[in-house]
């Protein structure tokens, strides 16, 4: 099984593209959860990457410092960077997003929540530019 659900505020904004050939909206952004290791606090970054409509709803609604939860699946892809050496990446490909609400620098109690959901599509139909 391979499924993962994390907490975690977005440390940039959402970037939003559309794959060439297919017009599919892909999002990408990245975001810190916080744990605890022997009483220590430790920060974990991860990238995530939205697709279709929610791409498009994490792009208009979140932002740089949105307290969000992800569902989805770790992938692992490779690819060749400019110096030409090869680059594994894990990220998440979410299936789920949900805007917790609220921000760091605006912690209001009145909380939304609202879930930004779709099924996603096998990368392998995918024809993505990077």
Same mark, same amino acid.
């Given at each position: 099984?391979?499924?993962?659900? /994390?907490?975690?505020?977005? @440390? ?5 593209? &559309? #794959?060439?050939? !297919?017009? *599919?909206?892909? =999002? ?8 605890? +290791?022997?009483?220590? %606090? +430790? *920060? &974990?970054?991860?990238?995530? $990457?939205?697709?279709? $409509?929610?791409?498009?709803?994490? @792009?208009? &609604?979140? %932002? %740089? ?7 989805? %699946?770790? /992938?692992?892809? !490779?690819? *060749?960077?400019? @110096?030409?050496? $090869?680059?594994? +990446? #894990?990220? /998440?490909? =979410?299936?789920? +997003? ?9 912690? !209001? ?22």
């Amino acid at each position: 099984m391979n499924s993962i659900n /994390i907490i975690g505020r977005m @440390t940039k904004d959402p970037e939003l593209n &559309y #794959i060439p050939n !297919s017009g *599919t909206a892909v =999002a990408s952004f990245d975001i810190a959860v916080n744990d605890y +290791v022997n009483k220590q %606090k +430790v *920060t &974990y970054f991860f990238s995530i $990457k939205a697709w279709g $409509k929610v791409a498009e709803n994490v @792009t208009n &609604y979140c %932002k %740089k410092g949105s307290e969000v939860g992800i569902t989805g %699946k770790l /992938i692992q892809r !490779s690819y *060749t960077n400019k @110096t030409g050496n $090869k680059v594994n +990446v #894990i990220e /998440i490909n =979410a299936s789920d +997003v949900k805007f917790i609400g609220g921000n760091q620098n605006n912690n !209001s109690s009145n909380k939304n929540e609202n879930s930004f959901q779709e099924e996603i599509e096998p990368l392998d139909n995918v024809d993505a530019p990077w």
